[in-house]
């Protein structure tokens, strides 16, 4: 089974494109709805308001989650496409003691986490563009505009070593980044 990952920073359209993807060709793509958006409702907080042993915490969980969602739907689907909102990978950016103790304390490592996925397209934010709503469309975001850049950044560096790692730059237009994405993963609008 294929797998494809939108990653970027918060208010990059990982979350609108990849429903907007699924809902227009559902023969093909399955999408796999974001693990940290989900975790962080049912425990109706967010990273900023975590102390240290909380971040540690509810990024096992995302993890475990996000392994979970991908396998079952991988079952469920297996003539499908999978369409991933964020990657095992998207943990790490938010890991309080570095990336490496992040892959050690999981027990993996880049390598293998890498390798879960054929595609990779890095959105970046629209923050970038001055367009950044912050918190207003997802309340699990904490970042400001200047922040969801940094992360973007820091997401495009550890998915880097990718072998298909495919860049989809801010556009002003959500549409026309729906495009580009879809372009990406070979599909026309």
Known sequence: MKRIVLTGGPGAGK???????????????VRVPEAATQTYALLQTRWDRLDLVGRRDVQRRIYRLQVEQEE?????????????DRGTIDGAAYWPDGVEDYWRDLG?????????YD???????AAALGMYDG????ACRFEDAQAAVESGNLLLRLWGGHPSLKH???FAN???KVCAV???VGEKD
Do not use: C, Y
Request: aromatic letters at 4%; proline letters at 4%.
């Open 15 to 29: 979350t609108v494109i990849s429903q907007r993807i699924a809902t227009l060709h559902p023969d093909r793509f």
């Open 72 to 84: 079952r739907l991988s079952r469920e689907h297996p003539d499908k496409v999978l369409l991933l």
């Open 108 to 116: 993996t490592t880049h390598e293998q986490e890498v390798a879960r």
């Open 119 to 125: 595609t990779v397209i890095w959105l970046e934010t």
């Open 135 to 138: 918190d207003a469309s997802n």
């Open 168 to 170: 989809v730059g801010a």
């Open 174 to 176: 959500l549409q026309d």
């Open 182 to 184: 879809m372009e990406s």
